[in-house]
């Protein structure tokens, strides 16, 4: 963290570059977090400033699987989800113990009735490109070192250093959303540190050419795989995602092993499932398109305040990543719209008192939306899933009953409308009420 007396008073060895700029509100990151932020910021009039510090495009761990909350944010935000690139789902696949079972999203009055699939190869630099053609600065090759803060702890804005040459350069703002993902280091500098009784998940994947299974209309999950070596049940699932471009997206994700030292070996745990794949489907190593890369999963809000003196926490930094199924983009976009409309009627008061209350609404917003159905899923997650898997919760009596499966499916994505749409958005709604509201 660097201070503005540092900067005058020789703390800092830093010096400022010719290219200085400042902005109303800072973004910090732009993957879908960071850009939705920006989208939305930008359209409201402000001016913004979006900085990444790779390029476009680029690789990302992850699913690429979109439920219907994920769709209703990118319809919201203005993309074109018929354009080329974007695989339709019409739902999920669940497979256990020999039995399949498949379940459709469903038609609520408020969400999309289906799901996407794109890779993130391409998928964040479609959002950056979105932002800047809203008015955004978007800045690439810009990795941000460190805040800026006044004499009085508040955020001013950042230091980085741009391009090949690594050029110092200053960035101002009164406002400052982090979305620098999972490592968090703008958090870090501000001294919010993750909550180490919340889990982090890890995620695996690898994409394979499959003209079997490349155009299935549905996301499938197998929920009975096991760690080789002891034969513990996997604490999480295994997904295959068609991407209808002839190839399928291939992972794992795994919590941590509830007191067990030993860590999940994602690697030979996937080569342990796909000996099970049909050898028809192509998912062995002579159709693999590319390496297997794995990532942290931050889950359950682990870090908090999302807001404190200047600064803003959405998506991974804040840990937003869904204990109950690992799904992270609704999430990173929902927040980044919640964060711009929260500084843009921030930024119609003054600087002072009357401003700070306006953004404590961020994180008030934050906790309403999901700190009851975070707490309980991190609960059953220590009780269940990270000690058997999803086996159990997939008995063969809620398999073979739709209507449970069901109930399930929409708990574990969160696909609900609020207020509620029907009978099974009551139920869920009711049991996530009964969870004790966090302190904070």
């Known amino acids: 963290m660097i201070t503005e007396r540092d900067k005058a008073g020789g703390g800092s060895s830093e010096p400022a570059a010719a290219a200085d700029e400042e902005a109303q509100v800072i973004v910090v990151g732009a993957g879908p977090a960071g850009s939705a932020a920006a989208v939305h910021l930008a359209r409201a009039g402000v001016d913004v400033l979006l900085l990444e510090k790779g390029g476009f495009p680029r690789e990302k761990v992850c699913g690429d699987g979109l439920t219907p909350r994920s769709v209703y944010q990118l319809v919201r935000m203005g993309v074109d989800i018929n354009g080329p690139g974007w695989m339709r789902n019409k739902g999920m696949r669940w497979v256990c113990e020999g039995r399949q079972v498949e379940l459709d999203w469903p038609r609520l009055g408020r969400l999309p009735d ?140 795994a919590l941590p092993q509830h007191r067990r030292s030993r860590p999940v070996d994602l690697r030979a745990a996937l080569d342990h499932w796909l000996i099970r794949v049909p050898a028809h489907w192509g998912l062995r190593e002579e159709n693999a398109d590319s390496p297997l890369r794995s990532a942290p999963l931050p889950m359950g809000l682990n870090r908090r305040p999302q807001y404190r003196r200047g600064l803003l926490l959405v998506g991974d930094s804040a840990g937003m990543v869904s204990p109950w199924s690992g799904e992270g983009i609704a999430q990173a976009l929902e927040a980044g719209e919640v964060a711009a409309e929260t500084i843009a009627l921030a930024l119609a008061r003054p600087a002072g008192p009357r401003r700070e209350h306006a953004l404590l609404h961020y994180p008030a917003e934050i906790r309403r939306r999901w700190a009851r159905y975070y707490r309980l899923g991190s609960l059953v997650g220590d009780l269940v899933f990270s000690r058997y898997g999803f086996r159990p919760v997939l008995h063969p009596r809620v398999m073979a009953s739709p209507k449970l499966l069901g109930v399930l499916a929409r708990l574990l994505t969160d696909v609900t409308d609020d207020p509620a749409h029907d009978g099974v958005d009551a139920l869920l709604h009711a049991l996530v009420r009964l969870v004790p509201s966090p302190r904070r």
């Open 114 to 253: 289906f799901g996407l699939t794109r890779t993130r190869h391409d998928f964040d630099e479609l959002l950056a490109g979105l932002a800047a053609a809203a008015g955004a600065r978007l800045r690439t090759g810009v990795k941000v070192t460190a805040p800026l803060t006044d004499r009085d702890g508040y955020v001013t804005g950042v230091a980085a250093s741009r391009g090949p040459a690594q050029e110092p350069v200053r960035y101002r703002a009164p406002l400052v959303v982090a979305a620098d993902g999972a490592s968090a280091r703008t958090a870090l500098a501000l001294g919010l540190e993750r909550d180490a009784r919340r889990p982090v998940a890890a995620a695996a994947r690898r994409y394979y050419r499959s003209e079997v299974r490349t155009n299935d209309p549905y996301l499938e999950l197998w929920a009975d795989l096991r760690c080789p070596g002891t034969g513990l049940d996997l604490p999480g699932y295994g997904w295959v995602f068609p991407l209808g471009d002839g190839r399928v997206n291939v992972g794992l994700g």
